[in-house]
């Protein structure tokens, strides 16, 4: 708060609103809960397919073990990245009405580049579990590992809060 002035956190009031407005909980929960089930769908077959289950013992063929593995590795990873994307589309959203509710997308604008410079010089104290509740993206990584990120990049949100894109 010490780093805002009043028009950037109206901006940064404005944008948590929006994520109210757009019930972004329920919907991040509904996404979780989702990815979650998957993740264990998925680890429920790695280990029938350690201990023998889908009925491998038989002589009519058992399971198919390259469609197994592709499960295992694969299934979690696109829960994971699908649940990524909701949340950075959600921030595009919460962006817009943020700036919506304040009457203008420069206040937002500029909080989120003064954010991102003192986030620079004191690293914002989170971990992947908490990641989702910062403002912008607490921790650096550009190409896969963004792919990865619940929050999509400042310079682009900025542009699409300023009708650049």
Known sequence: MRLLDANELEGVIGHELAHVRHRDILISSVAATIAATIMMVSRMAQFA?????FGGRDE??????IAL??????APLAAMLIQAAISRSREFAADKGGAAIAGTPYGLASALRKIEAASKR???DANPATAHMFIMKPFSGGGMLALFSTHPPTEQRIRALLGEV
């Open 49 to 53: 397919a350690i201990f023998g289950g």
């Open 60 to 65: 009519r063929g058992g399971s198919n073990p």
């Open 69 to 74: 593995l592709a499960t295992i590795i694969v």
């Open 122 to 124: 004191v690293p914002l």
